[in-house]
């Protein structure tokens, strides 16, 4: 069993920033991708950014260059530094992390609301 502990978010201006942060903690947490979702009102749950135990990172094309995903193996955590706030950035995020190893398994947070606007 997993659990992910998510923390950030909020309400912030167009242009501003926000970090969100999950700790993950259980068993199994080596072999993992680790990684950040979020759904709009009416839309679809989309990938943003992810990052493996091995440092590899995966950006949407409209998080690159804006967003930085970080890792701490140690203790399990990851970040989302979000830089250029846009209202479309508007979303719950979800917190995921996925083993990619035998046995795999799939968890995500509770969420936790982003919203840009002025």
């Known amino acids: 069993q997993v659990q992910l502990q998510e923390s950030g978010g909020g309400l912030v201006q167009p242009g501003g920033s926000l970090r969100l942060s999950c700790a993950a903690s259980?068993?199994?947490?080596?072999?993992?991708?680790m990684g950040w979702y979020r759904q709009a009102v009416g839309k679809q749950r989309e990938m943003v950014a992810t990052i493996t135990s091995g440092g590899t990172t995966n950006y949407a094309d409209s998080a690159e260059g804006r967003f930085t995903i970080s890792r701490d193996n140690r203790k399990n955590t990851i970040e989302l530094e979000m830089n250029n706030l846009r209202p479309e950035d508007t979303a719950v995020y979800y917190c995921?992390?996925?083993?990619?190893?035998?046995?795999?398994?799939?968890?995500w947070g509770q969420g936790t609301q982003v919203t840009v606007s002025s």
């Open positions: 995921n992390i996925r083993r990619l190893v035998t046995p795999v398994f799939v968890y």
């Open positions: 259980g068993s199994g947490l080596s072999g993992t991708r």
